[in-house]
């Protein structure tokens, strides 16, 4: 190798992107997550031209607060992208933020995870969107796979997993064993659908209506799968909308409340979790009862679902150590970890 090349081999490092319908992480090759940011773009459209005005933690904070001429955009729905123009945007400007200058002279090599149950043309607009981006080389992996990973799970040896990755738009339900997808599933419910369901139970009971921002928040801080042993829990003050009189309002709600209006979407992850065991193997059936179920994702950290999982499976449920992140180290692992090389895919 020449000293230029190897001055420019250097400068490159290597990038694996969660790209998630609620956040983005990116992992560098040798640092692990150095980014954890919303999957938000906010546009400022000038005389007719629109222009991309700010990305991740500054788009997050202008959302449901715009004028006119701003628009704050989630360019992914249920997992996959549904604005490629405006993703590709959100790819180049987390690139350039972890990458600086480098990328532009020595493209890094990308590797990016999809739900399980996107199509060839979803998975298209992805690797479109990342090559476009700056990408020299982009690689895909199936989120469940990724997820199972960075959770530290045995997914190279003969033996049966279970991963319940549960993130903004989808939640993936897989069963792993020997670097492949035994069955998987993908349920197009996940965070998302429980700040929706907030925000109608809300607007339903009390005549009052609440923006996705906050409908998040109380997920967040307050969210419980099932409710509380007093029947009540915390309670909270919220503000809104009064539908009635049309003047700002503030109600107070109870945790027993919270877990009501998230009970829906609760029940279809539990539903999926249940649909993927019974089309479960019976070896690998009988390595899941000793193995149990782990759940990732933003979506793992409601309070009290891996108790609710438990009850309605019988099966031992675990929460992985850093939900938020195991999809991205996972992916990040992939990419570096020469025995994982062959889960990635280039097509």
């Known amino acids: 190798m020449s000293l230029f090349s190897s001055l420019f081999k250097f400068g490159s490092q290597n990038i694996a992107i969660d790209l998630?319908?609620?956040n983005t992480l990116v992992y560098v090759e040798g640092q692990?997550?150095?980014?954890?940011e919303p999957s938000v773009v906010?546009?400022?459209?000038?005389?007719?031209?629109?222009?991309?005005?700010?990305?991740g933690d500054d788009a997050k904070m202008m959302?449901?607060?715009?004028?006119?001429?701003?628009?704050?955009?989630?360019?992914?729905?249920?997992?996959?992208?549904?604005?490629?123009?405006?993703?590709?945007?959100?790819?180049?400007?987390f690139i350039t933020k972890v990458n600086g200058k480098k990328s532009m002279f020595n493209?890094?090599?990308?590797?990016?995870?999809?739900?399980?149950g996107a199509t060839s043309v979803e998975r298209r607009a992805i690797r479109d969107a990342a090559s476009n981006a700056g990408a020299s080389q982009v690689y895909l992996i199936v989120e469940p796979m990724a997820a199972a990973i960075g959770a530290g799970m045995p997914v190279t040896e003969?033996?049966?997993?279970?991963?319940?990755?549960?993130?903004?738009?989808?939640?993936?339900?897989?069963?792993?064993?020997?670097?492949?997808?035994?069955?998987?599933?993908?349920?197009r419910t996940g965070g998302d659908k429980m700040?929706?369901?907030?925000?109608?139970?809300?607007?339903?009971?009390?005549?009052?209506?609440?923006?996705?921002?906050?409908?998040e928040r109380i997920k967040k801080d307050f969210g419980?799968?099932?409710?509380?042993?007093?029947g009540v829990g915390q309670t909270i003050q919220i503000k809104g909308r009064d539908l009635v009189n049309g003047v700002p309002k503030e109600i107070s709600i109870n945790q027993a409340q919270i877990a009501e209006a998230m009970a829906e979407p609760i029940s279809t992850i539990v539903e999926g979790v249940r649909i993927a065991l019974e089309n479960t193997a019976p070896e690998l059936a009988a390595d899941i009862v000793d193995q149990g179920i782990v759940l990732t994702g933003g979506g793992a950290m409601v309070e009290g679902l891996d108790a609710h999982m438990r009850d309605e499976t019988g099966l031992p449920v675990t929460v992985a150590e850093d939900p938020l992140s195991c999809v991205a180290i996972g992916t990040g692992r992939a990419m570096e970890e020469p025995v994982y090389r062959t889960i990635l895919q280039t097509a």
């Open 107 to 116: 493209p890094p090599e990308i590797t990016i995870c999809v739900p399980s």
């Open 224 to 230: 419980v799968a099932r409710p509380p042993a007093d």
């Open 158 to 187: 003969p033996i049966g997993s279970m991963v319940v990755d549960i993130g903004g738009g989808t939640t993936e339900v897989a069963v792993l064993s020997l670097r492949g997808l035994a069955y998987t599933t993908s349920v």
């Open 63 to 93: 959302m449901g607060k715009t004028p006119d001429s701003i628009e704050a955009i989630r360019p992914l729905r249920d997992g996959v992208i549904a604005d490629i123009e405006v993703a590709e945007q959100m790819i180049k400007y």
């Open 195 to 215: 700040d929706e369901a907030l925000v109608s139970y809300v607007r339903r009971h009390h005549n009052l209506l609440i923006g996705e921002t906050t409908a």
């Open 32 to 36: 692990g997550v150095v980014l954890n």
């Open 20 to 22: 998630g319908t609620a």
């Open 42 to 55: 906010a546009i400022e459209t000038i005389n007719g031209v629109k222009k991309v005005k700010a990305v």
